[in-house]
């Protein structure tokens, strides 16, 4: 009796130092953006994100990926990036807060499985597994000819509609990739999906590289008043008021319903200082009239205001031989 006595306050021990030394974070530790199987409509110019994000806070760089090819371990077909860590050709890597971005820039090379796996201390893990099948038309292709590799657009949206997944169709204007917005400006993007049977909810995402070479993302969430997102049945835009700085890089557009997702092509943002357009505030008369002797000396004060500071440029009459040039309050002396 006094055995069974003493290995029943031992065991209760042991609980009592697990529950002490594991921090109760760490026990309900979840994620917040997990993985799922996904269908996705291959589409030109465009990768696929998978997002992973815990519940609670713990250092990003604790996440890790793994990915199992759907393809025989002796197919060739990825040869080029087997490493999967170590090859930015076919995947980056993006952290934010307690999230962890896996961008796959080959999707239809990797279709397989993906695993996201925390790992908390040396007994203790959480993981989230998902699958990932690219859709790509049979007969868009002449599979002998590399260079007919071409997909069109409309076709790839039938082929949505046949899984009934979304897919976003991108802007044919070339400026709506990239814009430059000078700081308190406005910023304006939008996405696109075909419909589908399923409900379409739309996520917008921040990618940055910042100039210590680390490389951010965030989920955009709608503030009601800088940050405006409005959500339709299959489109969604994004406005960002007084840019600054820090929403410089590039924004992608997720649709996602109970199926598969789509994902935009990147929309960049330039953000530039204001600029004040130059105004020359002091300067010679119209019409005024010199008589230079040899030797002697005239000095002609030319200032202009402007951000960023302009630049003078002195011309001589009508042969406008450039003469000199003036940055702003310095003085031109001209000798005969």
Known sequence: MQRQNKNLVLFFWFIFLCWTFIPKTLLALS?????????????????IYHFCQTSSSIN???????????????????TSCKQLFHNFDCFDFYYGPSTSLLIIKEPDMFIGRYTCQVNLNSTYEIKSIG???????????????????VYNENELGKLAKYYNVPFIFDAADLTSFSKRVEIGGIFSVECKSIETKYPIEFLWIHLKNTSDGIKTVRFIRNDGNRIIIQDNKNSSSLSLRSVDSSDDGDYVCVASNVIGR????????IVTERMILPRIRTNLVNGSYFDLQHDNIKEFAGHADGYRSPIVIWIMGVTLYLLYFLKINEIFIFKK
């Not at 760089?61 to 990825?78: A, C, F, G, Q, T």
């Not at 699958?131 to 590799?149: F, T």
């Not at 789509?262 to 943002?269: A, D, Q, Y």
């Open 262 to 269: 789509s994902f935009s092509s990147i929309r960049s943002l």
């Open 31 to 47: 994620f917040n953006h997990d993985l799922r199987n996904l269908t996705i409509i291959y589409k030109p110019n465009s990768f």
């Open 60 to 78: 990003s760089k604790r996440i890790r990926w793994h990915y199992e090819s759907l393809h025989e371990p002796n197919n060739d077909v990825n």
């Open 131 to 149: 699958w990932i099948d690219v859709k790509l038309p049979a007969n868009d292709i002449r599979e002998n000819d590399p260079s007919m590799k």
